[in-house]
């Protein structure tokens, strides 16, 4: 547990540094904003209304996650009394420092709130569909509220839902005391059950609603593909940049860490917790209650963790794929093109040469290491750290993804794809170095589907690509099917492999061949 703390605090910040700019409001037309209400079981929302879109932010779907409540499952939220001010986002769930996020913001245990985003006008005249986002940052950093979905509103008619829920020690711990774990996302199926119960208020359709996220978003959704209790509260999903399958060897964080899996069984991650305790000086989790929040805070990227073996996760999600027995619902999946290339400047500072190549390879793959390097000769890239870059986005990252498609395209529509725009901005927010370029960089795509004003603005040359792929994704969301008139034809997976690779030209791919994927099974 300790050594995946370090591998965790990487992951927590590349997704969230794609959104870290995307706090607030898109800059006004000059329009004198709106004020909107929306009445609802627990109370009225007043938000606002201005350039095509209304917002309603900072609406309870729970109650506070505090005192009694922590660590347990999220309760129904509390009614209020009059008009509740949504127009500013609420506080995001505790969480470490990191510079990828917006500074400034507040923090709370008491966090579980959710924004709603609309076409603006009578927003109960149609029942339009819905996207829940679930946000990324290793599930220790990161907010639903930082991502600003305005231009896939505007160009899908659509509702769109972002999520806050608990993080780290607060989200993912377990003790022997406590009933399973997974808090979070419990949270998330809470928000969903808040969506099914409200959103038609909003406007929207809850029974058109598909759930999608990136990074551990990503993991998020492919969990819930699997979970019983999150059973018909969505009826699509997009899983970006992460996949039931992913996990990294001995090395991909490091030279010093471990081999890491997401998913873990309940009785390891409560042997961590029992330990955190013992440290704490806490015999029971009724004492670990009484700590203030931020005695537990430093402790939080201990537990990066979902845990399998309970009642919302029985097994591990990528033996429900193997089975056959996830949700049978259309998906749309893929990732970056070299997912893996900021982790592994992060893991080894100091470009690799051949010769450390060849070492880190024999860290993580042992006695396959000399396949693996003869199949991705330093030589064919641009140093041996670009080399290494790609080997550990297609095991750990895209091979994974097009086995959980493969898998899932026999019981429903799957659409796959590659973005490989290496021109993308990165999440760390500065271009990738000459050694290892040209490359495009985990969470970079998510600056072609939402908006962040105060971050970098795609260029002239990039917009046509950012409006294909919103184009892709409100069709999906529309209709369960990504294509279009004006784009060029996705096929659904099949036994052909058949994905899109986004950048350059768009195209058709064999995303097996395309990334060795047969050597990784």
Request: proline share 10%; charged share 15%; with cysteine.
């Amino acid at each position: 547990m300790i050594r995946y703390r370090s591998a965790a605090l990487v992951l927590a910040g590349l997704l969230a540094a794609a959104a870290a700019a995307g706090c607030g409001s898109p800059p006004g037309s000059g329009e004198e904003p709106r004020a909107p209400v929306i009445h609802l079981d627990t109370g009225a929302v007043r938000g606002t209304e201005a350039d095509g879109v209304a917002r309603f932010r900072g609406i309870p779907y729970a109650a506070p996650p505090v005192g009694e409540r922590r660590w347990q499952a999220p309760q129904p939220p509390e009614s209020w009394r009059g008009v509740r001010d949504a127009a500013t986002s609420g506080p995001v769930c505790l969480q470490p420092e990191a510079p990828e996020m917006p500074q400034g913001l507040d923090q709370s245990e008491d966090c579980l709130t959710l924004d709603v985003t609309a076409p603006s006008g009578d927003s109960g005249a149609a029942g339009r569909p819905v996207l829940v986002w679930i946000p990324g940052g290793g599930f220790v950093t990161g907010a639903g509220s930082i991502y600003d979905p305005a231009r896939l509103v505007r160009t899908g008619d659509l509702v769109v839902v972002t999520v806050n829920y608990r993080l780290g020690v607060f989200g993912f711990y377990a003790h022997p005391e406590l009933r399973g774990s997974n808090f979070g996302l419990q949270d998330q199926i809470a928000a969903l059950s808040w969506v099914r119960d409200n959103i038609a208020r909003f406007g929207g359709d809850p029974g058109r609603v598909t759930l999608a996220g990136a990074s551990a978003g990503a993991m998020s959704a492919c969990t819930l593909l699997t979970a019983p209790p999150a059973r018909g509260l969505f009826q699509q999903a997009i899983v970006a940049s992460g996949s039931c399958g992913t996990s990294h060897p001995a090395g991909a964080f490091g030279a010093a860490v471990g081999a890491i899996s997401t998913w873990q069984p309940l009785d390891a991650i409560q042997l961590a917790g029992r330990s955190l305790a013992g440290r704490l000086g806490c015999p029971d989790v009724a004492c670990l209650r009484d700590l203030p929040a931020q005695a537990l805070l430093p402790h939080t990227g201990g537990f990066p963790l979902l845990a399998y073996g309970t009642e919302l996760v029985p097994d591990e999600p990528a033996r429900v794929f193997d089975t056959g027995n996830q949700a049978d619902v259309p998906l749309l999946q893929g990732n970056t093109a070299d997912e893996h290339i900021e982790f592994t400047m992060a893991a080894y500072p100091e470009p690799l040469t051949a010769d450390r190549y060849s070492a880190v390879l024999q860290t993580a793959f042992g006695p396959a290491a000399a396949d693996v390097e003869q199949r991705y000769p330093a030589t064919e890239f641009t140093s041996p750290t670009a080399a290494a870059g790609r080997v550990f986005s297609d095991y750990d990252w895209i091979c994974p993804s097009w086995g959980s498609a493969r898998q899932h395209s026999t019981k429903a529509p799957t659409y796959a794809y590659i973005f490989a725009d290496d021109s993308a901005p990165t999440p760390a927010g500065t271009p990738l170095p000459p050694h290892v370029r040209p490359a495009t960089a985990h969470g970079s795509d998510l600056y072609y589907l939402f908006d962040f004003p105060t971050g970098p603005a795609l260029t002239p040359g990039q917009q046509p690509l950012a409006d294909l792929l919103v184009g892709y994704w409100t069709a999906f969301i529309r209709s369960a099917d990504p294509n279009g008139a004006d784009r060029p034809h996705w096929p659904p997976m099949d036994e052909h492999n058949t994905a899109i690779r986004f950048g350059g030209s768009t195209r058709q791919v064999d995303m097996k061949a395309g990334h060795h994927c047969a050597l990784w099974e």
